[in-house]
């Protein structure tokens, strides 16, 4: 027998593996401007991402960024401010710091107000007043800002002369716009229209965060590159697809925007629906941007807009009120900072949704999200069809677990086939059991955060993870017929839920309709 010693088969695993970045554009030496400079986001997650990024020795060479923002400081107090927020937030618990004074060097701040058309004239100066020709050639223009002010600065930056519309060989511009993108679709709409007036379609990059995520995107790879799972994947053999986006938090400091927002304008709209996509599209032509993309769009088109009646309920929302959570007392939704008393704002939602195409004609997939759940958990869940009602199923009836695929996408990030087995023993007994795939124990602990990846591509000029205008728009045409119906109606008493659970009753009932229930994510009780 040949024994196979660990380097060798460290050796064989890397044969296997396919370098498909071997074919992608590299990043370019860049100026990354961040509008919103001493917001929440760029503490929290975009500046510990670009220090990464550098640890990594990922960054274009030469790069820099500048922070613009109202608030007077300099550089330096820029710079004290995010290495603070980077030793609070980053999620690598062994980051080398040792290498901050160097990366600090490339960080200035420019100080300004979105409204004042000096700033712009300043921020020019600073930013063609450079070291190196190649920082100026190419710009990045972060908007880490309210969405009211993404039309606002995009068209002083237009008339300011940084951001131009036209090709200017050996040299381009990025606008980087954060989600929410709209409100619903006529303001998507308009935006895209205004937006379109100072930028071409692929120069703006609409994010959506939850693109970045190593298991979303995951997702493709593992439709598309195993053979194995294509044929089952259709409404032959496929019963129903759950799709829950958990949390257990509330909505801590950004109580002002949740009460502009609410669980389907924030979470529905965009991650839910994109899971959804990459779950059920059909493959694309290419791995190109416009190819996936294509595919996306031409999935969201095919699900049916939820219609709302008396006699017919596809969609639930609801409303924490105080419960407790890991033994600790919850307060209201209604008594959290910045909350309206009366606020009619949704913290959860459930919703029934049918795709009419060819592959999924007739399969239900089941949505949920809420704040002040269980515990923060998202994840796909694909229940397959029952077997025969003969054999085993026969004998044990409903209690016969049905086969299912799991896709978590966070924590425990990984995949879980669930059958039945046969329990060791003289007695003939059945229970199901897991085949699991688990990120950390496969791959070690390291797994780069979403902004990573999505900074990487925006320097690159790869939009595939990014929202495209039409996608944005058919997306909204989705929720919009429910945003209109909720629309000023007062919650229902059977519309709260206690926090620390898993929603009003309805969202059980919204399954039992049609004889499924929810699966529990996940971790709790396995099932
Ligand atoms: N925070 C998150 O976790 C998160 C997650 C997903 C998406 N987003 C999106 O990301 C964007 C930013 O969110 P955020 O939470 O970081 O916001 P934030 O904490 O409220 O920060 C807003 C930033 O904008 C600056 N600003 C506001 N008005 C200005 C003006 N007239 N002139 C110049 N600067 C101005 C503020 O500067 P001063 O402090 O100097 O006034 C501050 O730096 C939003 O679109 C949000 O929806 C955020």
């Known amino acids: 027998m040949i024994k196979i010693t660990m380097s060798e088969e460290n050796y064989l695993e890397e044969l296997l593996t396919c370098r498909l970045d071997l074919k992608k554009r590299a990043v370019e030496p860049c100026t990354i401007v961040i509008f919103g400079a001493s917001g929440d986001l760029t503490g ?15 960054l274009p060479e030469p790069f820099r960024i500048i922070g613009f923002a109202r608030r007077p400081k300099s550089d330096e107090q820029w710079r004290n401010e995010l290495l603070a927020d980077l030793k609070k937030f980053s999620k690598y618990k062994d980051l080398d710091f040792s290498r901050w004074p160097v990366f600090a060097q490339r960080v200035g701040y420019c100080q300004g107000d979105f409204g004042d058309a000096q ?22 223009f972060y908007l880490a800002v309210s969405p009211s002010q993404f039309l606002e600065v995009t068209e002083s930056l237009n008339t300011t002369g940084l951001l131009k519309k036209e090709d200017v060989p050996g040299s381009w511009q990025r606008v980087v716009v954060e989600k929410p993108f709209g409100r619903d679709l006529v303001s998507a709409r308009n935006l895209n229209l205004d937006l379109s007036r100072f930028t071409q379609e ?16 995951n997702i493709l790879m593992f439709r598309f590159s195993n053979f194995i799972f294509e044929p089952l994947w259709n409404r032959n053999l496929i019963d129903n697809v759950q799709i829950t986006v958990s949390e257990d938090l509330g909505v801590g400091g950004r109580g ?50 939820p219609v709302v009646t008396e006699n017919y309920i596809c969609a639930v929302r609801g409303q924490y ?92 990030e990984g995949i879980a ?42 320097m690159a000029g790869d939009s595939t993870l990014f929202i495209r205008r039409d996608e944005v728009e058919t997306a ?6 429910l945003l209109q119906a909720w ?28 004889g499924h229930k929810w699966r529990m994510p996940h971790g709790i009780g396995d099932k």
């Not at 692929?202 to 995107?217: N, P, S």
């Not at 996509?277 to 807009?305: C, Q, Y």
């Not at 023993?425 to 124990?441: A, K, L, Q």
């Open 417 to 458: 086939l669930h059958f039945n087995g046969k329990v060791p023993g003289t007695s003939t007994e059945i229970r199901p059991v897991r085949m699991n795939f688990d990120y950390e124990s496969e791959y070690g602990a390291y797994t780069p955060e979403a902004y990573e990846r999505l900074l990487l591509e925006i």
């Open 202 to 217: 692929k120069q703006l990059y609409r994010i959506d965060h939850y693109l970045g995520k190593e298991t979303v995107q």
């Open 321 to 412: 009120i105080e419960g407790e959570s890991n033994g600790q007392h919850i307060p209201a939704y209604r008594q959290e900072p910045r909350i309206n008393l009366q606020s009619n704002i949704e913290t959860f939602v459930a919703l029934r949704l049918f795709i009419d195409n060819w592959r999924w004609a007739n399969v239900p997939f089941y949505l949920r999200t809420g704040k002040r759940l269980p515990r923060s958990a998202s994840e796909v869940r694909i229940g397959f069809r029952a077997t025969p009602n003969v054999l085993f199923a026969a004998q044990c009836g409903p209690h016969l677990d049905t086969n299912s695929l799991t896709l978590r996408l966070q924590p425990n």
């Open 487 to 514: 629309a000023g109606k007062p919650l229902e008493k059977n519309e709260f839920y206690a926090a620390g659970t898993w929603g009003p009753s309805a969202a059980d009932d919204l399954l039992q309709q049609r």
């Open 476 to 481: 909204w045409g989705i929720v919009d017929p």
């Open 119 to 140: 700033s712009y004239e300043n921020l020019r100066q600073r930013l063609m007043t450079s070291e190196s020709e190649k920082w100026t050639r190419n710009l990045v």
């Open 44 to 58: 929290r997650k975009l500046v510990p991402a670009l220090y990464h990024l550098f640890c990594e020795k990922q």
């Open 256 to 305: 002002g925007y949740y009460e502009e927002a609410g669980a389907l304008r924030d979470m529905v709209q965009n991650h839910l629906l994109q899971v959804l996509a990459l779950v059920a599209m059909e493959p694309p032509v290419s791995l190109e941007a416009e190819s996936v993309r294509d595919e996306k769009v031409k999935l969201l088109k095919s699900i049916r807009p």
